[in-house]
């Protein structure tokens, strides 16, 4: 059987600093491999990067055989996706704790019975709540379940990647997680943890010190993992994170409401021609698909966005409430600025909102792989969505 990671001459830079240097591993299905190594050493840069997270200045990463990312800038997503615990959590708080293992399911257009493996970790009474109420301990626990939902819902051996799980989990829940990771190894899974628990020590068949020595220890494997799935299609995991946090009307419709109400204090629409009239009709969905995705900005929270980076191509967002907000602006605009329902500057004041709004969500994306995306804002060229804007207006009005 093939490996399920195989990492050739990686090297990775954080900053000026070269954190990984010529790095070599591969994993095979059944194997449970630590790194091990100082604070800084480099264990979370190897699992970021494995995880297609940071990318590397060299070297390539194979999942299952498929290329993740390599030194000339490629970058994929594998046929088959992997299970990811990072360092933070990797949610946010609004989220709801069966819900979150639902929608890891639905990843793989699947779904499975959640209770009972939140009983097994002792959480299963908190399974309708919001995770921003959990303790430290639950929340990690969270993490870990969320990174083994792969395993648990597919038959072939998936790669599970974890970022010290154990972080904030007392005695009992440590034993919980080193027999859940025998099983994991019976079941034919492979995994690649970082971790400085000496109780997870002794279950390694591999303990590789990044900094260059390997060790090696044999040990006897557990039970396998029995779980149900069924088909079941991806959710709108953003629209639904958007009703219930009410982000886009907070951010994106208060500020199409500022700009309208600001525009009727003002001014004295009687006297205005109809460039001003028009251009004040598309004017508050311009401000509302330039405030930004409120969802994606959410997902900073505990790497949330990094996640899901990692597990699929495009994050939760907010962009379907932002773009019925621009909907319903370009009508009141529309009725109140020139009187009528003008179909012809609602469509244009809706389209206007959804291309600044995706815009926006882009930039911020882009603005992600940055060593430090709040320091330099992308959003410094928002201004230039005023020429287009003006040109609408100037088509509209000829």
Not at 72 to 89: I, V, Y
Not at 336 to 360: H, K, Y
Not at 370 to 394: E, K, Y
């Amino acid at each position: 059987m093939g490996e399920l990671l195989k990492v050739s001459g990686l090297d990775v830079q954080r900053g000026r600093k070269e954190v990984l240097k010529g790095f070599d591993l591969e994993i095979l299905p059944g194997e449970l491999v630590i790194i091990s190594g100082e604070n800084g050493s480099g264990k979370s840069t190897l699992i970021e990067a494995v995880a297609g997270i940071i990318p590397p200045q060299s070297g390539s990463i194979h999942v299952h055989g498929d290329l993740v990312a390599d030194g000339h800038g490629r970058r994929s997503r594998p046929e088959h996706l992997f299970g990811l615990c990072l360092q933070a959590d990797g949610f946010t708080g609004d989220e709801i704790l069966s819900q979150r293992l639902q929608d890891v399911a639905r990843l793989y257009g699947k779904t499975f019975e959640t209770q009972d493996l939140l009983n097994e970790w002792n959480i299963g009474h908190r399974s309708n709540d919001l995770l921003t109420t959990l303790s430290k301990g639950q929340k990690r626990k969270v993490a870990f379940l969320s990174s083994i939902v792969p395993a648990i819902i597919q038959d072939k051996s998936t790669l599970i990647l974890l970022d010290e799980p154990d972080a904030g989990l007392d005695a009992m829940s440590v034993e919980k997680l080193a027999d859940t990771l025998a099983n994991l190894r019976a079941s034919n899974h492979g995994i690649l943890m970082a971790t400085h628990h000496p109780d997870l020590l002794k279950r390694a068949d591999r303990i590789i010190d990044v900094d260059g020595g390997i060790q090696t220890q044999k040990v006897e494997g557990g039970v396998s993992i029995k779980s149900e799935a069924s088909n079941s299609s991806y959710p709108f995991v953003g629209t639904r994170l958007d009703f219930r946090t009410m982000a886009s009307l907070s951010q994106n419709g208060i500020s199409g409401l500022l700009v309208m109400g600001a525009l009727l204090a003002l001014l004295q629409i009687e006297s205005w021609p109809n460039s001003l009239l028009h251009a004040a009709v598309l004017a508050p969905s311009l401000a509302c698909g330039l405030s930004g995705d409120a969802v994606y900005a959410k997902l900073r929270e505990s790497r949330s966005n990094d996640w899901w980076y990692a597990m699929k191509a495009l994050p939760p967002n907010g962009l379907f409430i932002t773009i019925l907000l621009g909907l319903i602006y370009s009508c009141l605009s529309s009725f109140i600025f020139v009187q009528e329902f003008s179909i012809v500057l609602i469509l244009s004041g809706t389209l206007f909102c959804a291309v600044c709004a995706f815009s926006m969500l882009v930039l911020s994306m882009i603005s992600r792989r940055l060593a430090r995306p709040q320091a330099l804002s992308l959003r410094l060229l928002t201004p230039f969505f005023i020429l287009p804007w003006a040109l609408m207006v100037g088509r509209l009005t000829t």
